[in-house]
């Protein structure tokens, strides 16, 4: 994992000083922004403007004509395979596969904390793509002895092991983490809960050649530090990661991954919550183990 371009990291291929954050474990950027300036309610940024009341009535219109169309399309039954294959069928653009049963169980194996034994097809490769890139933003990737266990769980062996020192180059230096608010063993300062976590909204399939295959994932990114009076508080961004995989031993693993910034939602008019009840969401609710 590198620097990026927002956050004043370590680039572990060059050296050279950014502004971003890599949230999956490689040499490539994936950016959390943070809020500009300290203002607001002090966690969350600035609050936007309040809409007018007649933008409110368009937006919860728009919002109850969503949900409604969202329903009607999941009342179709389950005779049509085509609809729920991802094919043409139903109306379903070509290639857009929706993310539902499939009839395989999930995996049952781990490698450490990290899910492993998917299937050798395209299911398990898009659930081992979703799953490692949980596990490579996750905030484990700041703890040396976790985050060799990550990076081997997760990469090829000769890229886990082609890049393990630059990981730890990256994470153990003084700049990088002061620079993102923790301590300079990695720890979060007193009064502080240190937060990084990626949640898959989706995959898709970009390419698969049976041993290989190149999975895209949009994920949204909690990063920051909870806490009154954090300089670096909790914020979210949106990426879509491409990873190359190979079958390798049993089970796909990473060779090399892309990053882009978005899909990004428009934010709704929400109240950032205050610093502890973030703290506490996290500590509070579990990740996924991810399959289809």
Same mark, same amino acid.
């Given at each position: 994992?590198?620097?990026? =371009?927002?956050?004043? !990291?370590?680039?572990?291929?060059?050296?050279?000083?950014?502004?971003?954050?890599?949230?999956?474990?490689?040499?490539?950027?994936?950016?959390?922004?943070?809020?500009?300036?300290?203002?607001? =309610? $002090?966690?969350?940024?600035?609050?936007?403007?309040?809409?007018?009341? %007649?933008?409110?009535?368009?937006?919860?219109?728009v919002v109850v004509l969503l949900i409604a169309a969202i329903a009607f399309a999941n009342m179709g039954g389950g005779g049509n395979d085509g609809a729920?294959?991802?094919?043409?069928?139903?109306? #379903?653009?070509?290639?857009?596969?929706?993310?539902?049963?499939?009839?395989?169980?999930?995996?049952?194996? @781990?490698?450490?904390?990290?899910?492993?034994?998917?299937?050798?097809?395209?299911?398990?490769?898009?659930?081992?793509?979703? #799953?490692?890139?949980?596990?490579?933003?996750?905030? =484990?990737?700041?703890?040396?002895?976790?985050?060799?266990?990550?990076?081997?769980?997760?990469?090829?062996?000769?890229?886990?092991?082609? %890049?393990?020192?630059?990981?730890?180059?990256? !994470?153990?230096?003084?700049?990088? +983490?002061?620079?993102?608010g923790l301590n300079a063993d990695g720890t979060a300062p007193n009064g502080m809960t240190f937060i990084s976590r990626s949640n898959p909204a989706g995959t898709k399939v970009v390419k698969f050649g049976g041993n290989t295959a190149s999975v895209a994932v949009? !994920?949204?990114?909690?990063?920051? +530090?909870?806490?009154?009076?954090? @300089?670096?508080?909790?914020?979210?961004?949106?990426?879509?990661?491409?990873?190359? +995989?190979?079958?390798?031993?049993?089970?796909?693993?990473?060779? =090399?991954?892309?990053?882009?910034?978005?899909?990004?939602?428009?934010? %709704?008019?929400?109240?950032?919550?205050?610093?502890?009840?973030?703290?506490?969401?996290?500590?509070?609710? $579990?990740?996924?183990? !991810?399959? %289809?």
């Amino acid at each position: 994992m590198s620097a990026g =371009d927002d956050h004043g !990291y370590s680039d572990s291929g060059t050296g050279r000083t950014d502004d971003g954050y890599s949230t999956l474990g490689g040499t490539r950027q994936t950016r959390t922004r943070f809020p500009d300036g300290e203002g607001g =309610d $002090g966690y969350g940024g600035s609050r936007r403007p309040a809409r007018s009341s %007649r933008s409110l009535v368009m937006v919860v219109g728009v919002v109850v004509l969503l949900i409604a169309a969202i329903a009607f399309a999941n009342m179709g039954g389950g005779g049509n395979d085509g609809a729920s294959s991802g094919g043409n069928g139903g109306g #379903n653009k070509a290639g857009a596969a929706p993310t539902a049963a499939t009839g395989t169980k999930p995996v049952t194996g @781990k490698n450490g904390s990290i899910p492993s034994g998917f299937a050798h097809d395209e299911q398990g490769a898009q659930s081992a793509a979703a #799953n490692y890139s949980v596990a490579l933003g996750s905030a =484990d990737m700041f703890e040396a002895n976790a985050r060799r266990q990550i990076v081997n769980a997760v990469y090829a062996p000769d890229v886990a092991a082609a %890049r393990q020192g630059d990981l730890d180059k990256v !994470y153990s230096g003084e700049a990088f +983490l002061t620079s993102i608010g923790l301590n300079a063993d990695g720890t979060a300062p007193n009064g502080m809960t240190f937060i990084s976590r990626s949640n898959p909204a989706g995959t898709k399939v970009v390419k698969f050649g049976g041993n290989t295959a190149s999975v895209a994932v949009w !994920y949204s990114a909690l990063f920051g +530090l909870a806490g009154e009076g954090s @300089k670096n508080p909790v914020s979210e961004s949106w990426f879509t990661n491409t990873f190359e +995989l190979a079958w390798i031993n049993g089970d796909w693993k990473v060779t =090399d991954f892309t990053q882009k910034d978005g899909p990004v939602p428009v934010g %709704r008019d929400q109240a950032a919550s205050p610093a502890q009840e973030m703290a506490d969401a996290v500590e509070q609710f $579990g990740g996924f183990t !991810y399959a %289809r």
